[in-house]
Nanobody, 125 residues
């Protein structure tokens, strides 16, 4: 199984980026897909998730209203559209896939089976 994240970069505050995560080696539609991030000196934290059953989505409070997660099962790809980026969004963003993710553990790192290598997002003026 491979998860390949891309789309990171450097933007000014208020800017936008769209991250992509292409998956291979798994039956994509049967997996819940999540995005996590790790800022310098901080623990990895949950950002957003798209559940496999019905595709319902959930977000961390810090990104709600600014970020949108979506998935294309035909392309085995999950996206994270990030708008109105702020300096506190600076981090390495990782995608993750899991089949044991339920509502009570969507933000838990241990609930996900596979992880991508991460893509750097830097927001500064």
């Amino acid at each position: 199984v491979q998860l390949q994240a891309s789309g990171g970069g450097s933007v000014q505050p208020g800017g936008s980026l769209r991250l992509s995560c292409a998956a291979s080696g798994l039956t994509f539609s049967t997996y819940t897909l999540g995005w996590f991030r790790r800022a310098p000196g901080k623990e990895r934290e949950f950002v957003a998730v798209s559940r496999r059953s019905g595709g319902s989505t959930y977000y961390a409070d810090s990104v709600k209203g600014r970020f949108t997660i979506s998935r294309d099962n035909a392309k085995n790809t999950v996206y994270l559209q990030m708008n109105n980026l702020q300096p506190e969004d600076t981090a390495v963003y990782h995608c993750a896939a899991g089949q044991r993710v339920i509502l009570s553990n969507i933000g838990s790192i241990s609930a996900y089976d596979y992880w991508g290598q991460g893509t750097q997002v830097t927001v500064s003026s």
